[in-house]
């Protein structure tokens, strides 16, 4: 008898998928589908039609969905197309590989309310972001005028992935448009006490992206931390990916690999603290006076990359 894996957990899935019409249309595919439905991060509202988004809009190469299934490429490429010609799910076609949506998602469909499901273009409670009289001279930043946060997460994401290979610095290069987006619509009214599906999502993801079956004790009030503070879900899986990448750089041997989720805190709360630092300073109106001051004051944003390295120091010192 196969035993289940350690690391397996449930998730819901609705009885009308049984249904004939389905089994015709799904095939052999239904693997696939429902590890897109188990995948799921989070769930994204657009003209009225719930989206459930894969992996934090993480793009996915056939080759890492064949390893999955154990299945050739050409397999996954049929279930993908059928799954996308019915309607079953949308792939978006990245320049590092396919992104996932499931169309009509239902993972959280019992504990969702209106105002926790929120539409891409409509939403109005968005964080507050660079208006267009907002002039000002960001030390490292380019010469011209920072006018979006766009702009900032461009150049911030090149600074922290410096020295990191070039396929990790690709990938995480690719996730400006989708940090983007989720910044713009990360509610106002977040409530840190209803995070229990968030520190769910954190945990899942690191777990598959540092490939452990469980995490530590220790680890879980560092994920509860985390899932706590007022950050968009893709960012956070953003920090886990870049301290990752981080760690890749700097071990010495392959089986040196990232032990506790407390190293990932370290660099999410880094970025994210460095990428407030920006918008702040950004947002603050600057005389040709006070711009020398400035440029001084905003080099304080390196402490969040200090401390990211300080972190990474203590990791090697504790796993030699």
């Known amino acids: 008898m196969i035993k289940m894996p350690e690391n397996s957990y449930p998730f819901p899935t609705y009885s009308g998928l049984l249904?004939?019409?389905?089994?015709?249309?799904?095939?052999?595919?239904?693997?696939?589908?429902?590890?897109?439905?188990?995948?799921?991060?989070?769930?994204?509202?657009?003209?009225?039609?719930?989206?459930?988004?894969?992996?934090?809009?993480?793009?996915?190469?056939?080759?890492?969905?064949?390893?999955?299934?154990?299945?050739?490429?050409?397999?996954?490429?049929?279930?993908?197309?059928?799954?996308?010609?019915?309607?079953?799910?949308?792939?978006?076609?990245?320049?590092?590989?396919?992104?996932?949506?499931?169309?009509?998602?239902?993972?959280?469909?019992?504990?969702?309310?209106?105002?926790?499901?929120?539409?891409?273009?409509?939403?109005?409670?968005?964080?507050s972001v660079l208006s267009n009289r907002d002039q000002t001279d960001m030390s490292d930043l380019p010469d011209k005028n920072v006018r979006s946060n766009k702009d900032i997460i461009k150049i911030l994401i090149d600074r922290w992935i410096k020295?990191?290979?070039?396929?990790?610095?690709?990938?995480?290069?690719?996730?400006?448009?989708?940090?983007?987006?989720?910044?713009?619509?990360?509610?106002?009214?977040?409530?840190?006490?209803?995070?229990?599906?968030?520190?769910?999502?954190?945990?899942?993801?690191?777990?598959?992206?540092?490939?452990?079956?469980?995490?530590?004790?220790s680890d879980w009030n560092h994920v509860e931390e985390v899932a706590k503070e007022p950050m968009p879900i893709e960012f956070i899986h953003f920090g886990i990916d870049l301290a990752v990448a981080r760690k890749k750089k700097t071990r010495k041997r392959e089986s040196d690999t990232i032990r506790t989720f407390s190293y990932c805190k370290a660099v999410i709360f880094g970025c994210w603290d460095d990428f407030k630092a920006a918008i702040e300073a950004a947002n603050k109106p600057v005389s040709p006076r006070q711009r020398k001051s400035n440029n001084r004051q905003l080099s304080k944003n390196e402490k969040a990359i200090q401390e990211i390295r300080e972190a990474e120091e203590r990791e090697r010192s504790r796993n030699p």
């Open 19 to 127: 249904q004939p019409v389905h089994y015709k249309q799904i095939g052999s595919a239904i693997w696939l589908f429902l590890w897109c439905i188990s995948s799921t991060t989070t769930e994204k509202e657009k003209d009225g039609i719930v989206w459930g988004i894969v992996l934090g809009n993480k793009p996915m190469k056939l080759s890492q969905l064949a390893e999955i299934f154990d299945v050739n490429e050409k397999t996954v490429s049929r279930w993908l197309e059928s799954l996308e010609r019915h309607d079953y799910i949308r792939i978006t076609r990245a320049p590092y590989g396919l992104i996932l949506s499931v169309k009509r998602s239902k993972k959280w469909a019992s504990g969702r309310t209106d105002k926790n499901v929120r539409s891409l273009e409509t939403d109005q409670t968005k964080m």
């Open 163 to 217: 020295d990191l290979s070039e396929t990790d610095s690709e990938f995480l290069k690719s996730r400006t448009e989708v940090l983007r987006n989720a910044i713009n619509t990360f509610p106002t009214d977040f409530n840190p006490e209803e995070s229990e599906n968030r520190f769910s999502e954190i945990e899942g993801y690191y777990l598959q992206q540092t490939r452990r079956t469980f995490s530590n004790a």
